[in-house]
């Protein structure tokens, strides 16, 4: 398994609307691997590998496009006071209550400086039991540059702001920042170098898209682009399986396999597309569980939903203390996401 890959997308910074350092890294990585690269102005890097074998038939060869959103959750810098705090816009989802005492990244014109995320109030020894209580806004949280009035000259407005943790290996798992959805990205990645020279019948289509965490913004225009047959969207999803969490909330568990994903609140996947990935992970002996998903969506619903549509599946990857610094993968899941990718995209 690379590693090496997943560290290195991980820990490249890259909100929404700020994912160039991302494509820039999958770009070099990928060299080789397609017939067609591409950038669109949405900023998503659009890959088209052409078809390996001729059809019998005279139809176009079907499209199938992998849509892996580049974007991690973070903020943008929306004020800087008179003393050097500066005050943020968050573009994801948070729960503050996983926000304090943070380590970040300011990522400048200049380069990325380091600070430290906390609540506006007072710490513990002067606080009251009322004020122990209270869980701050989003908004309530600044960041500590250590730079004072030289904040102003450093920082401006719209700047990046991501999370400073490192990709670790702990046990069987992956623990990291950004899990959501460099996972995709790998997977995107890895699927494609899997197929080696085997020869495919489809136009295969790897998206790595834009903004997703603020509306699946780049699949959208990614997806009309291509106007694909059948849309993957790639992705993370719940693992649960930790106390406190009932049991029909689980979503997955980890070590079972990957998900394959049966809809969430943006798409319900193709029965059809569902019956053949299922009947592949059976035939390869590769480790699966349906997955559902309450709330959220994914790229796979861009696709499903563009020009005059897509049938569509997704297949995800159960994540522990997902939009958490912790983010946590089980190595056998992602494995088993990369083998059933590349299976389906083999026989395509």
């Not at 903020?75 to 573009?91: A, C, M, N, R």
């Not at 499903?304 to 522990?320: E, K």
Request: net charge neutral; glycine share 10%; with cysteine.
């Amino acid at each position: 398994m690379n590693v090496a890959l997943l560290k290195a997308l991980c820990e490249t910074p890259g909100v929404p609307g700020h994912e160039d350092r991302v494509r820039d890294l999958i770009a070099d990585e990928v060299k080789g691997l397609f017939d067609e690269i591409r950038v669109d102005a949405m900023g998503s890097l659009l890959c088209r590998r052409a078809p390996r074998k001729t059809q019998k038939s005279k139809k176009p060869p079907l499209k199938i496009m992998l849509l892996c959103h580049m974007d991690e959750i973070g903020f943008l810098v929306s004020h800087i006071t008179d003393k050097g705090f500066v005050y943020l816009h968050p573009v994801g989802g948070f729960d503050p209550r996983n926000l304090f005492s943070r380590r970040v990244l300011v990522c400048t014109d200049q380069g990325d400086l380091k600070g430290v995320m906390n609540p506006a109030g007072r710490p513990i020894h002067i606080s009251t039991a009322a004020d122990r209580k209270k869980v701050p806004e989003v908004a309530d949280f600044f960041i500590d540059l250590g730079l004072g009035e030289a904040t102003k000259d450093a920082v401006k407005v719209g700047d990046m702001v991501v999370m400073d943790e490192p990709l670790i290996e702990i046990g069987d798992k992956i623990v990291s920042k950004a899990l959501d959805n460099r996972i995709a990205c790998w997977l995107g990645i890895e699927a494609v170098r899997g197929l080696g020279k085997a020869r495919h019948a489809a136009e295969i289509h790897v998206a790595f898209t834009t903004q997703e965490e603020v509306g699946l913004r780049g699949a959208r225009t990614a997806a009309y682009a291509v106007r694909p047959d059948v849309g993957i969207g790639i992705d993370t999803t719940l693992a649960c399986d930790t106390p406190g969490v009932p049991e029909q909330d689980r979503t997955t568990e980890q070590g079972k396999g990957f998900g394959l994903h049966v809809r969430d609140s943006s798409f319900i996947a193709d029965k059809g597309l569902l019956a053949e990935f299922q009947a592949l992970a059976v035939k390869h002996k590769i480790p699966f569980q349906r997955t559902m998903l309450r709330y959220g969506g994914q790229d796979g619903a861009a696709a499903q939903q563009a020009a005059t549509g897509a049938r569509a599946v997704g297949i995800v990857v159960g994540t522990r203390y997902i939009h958490t610094v912790t983010e946590m993968l089980h190595k056998a899941d992602l494995q088993a996401a990369r083998d059933i990718l590349v299976a389906y995209l083999k026989q395509a």
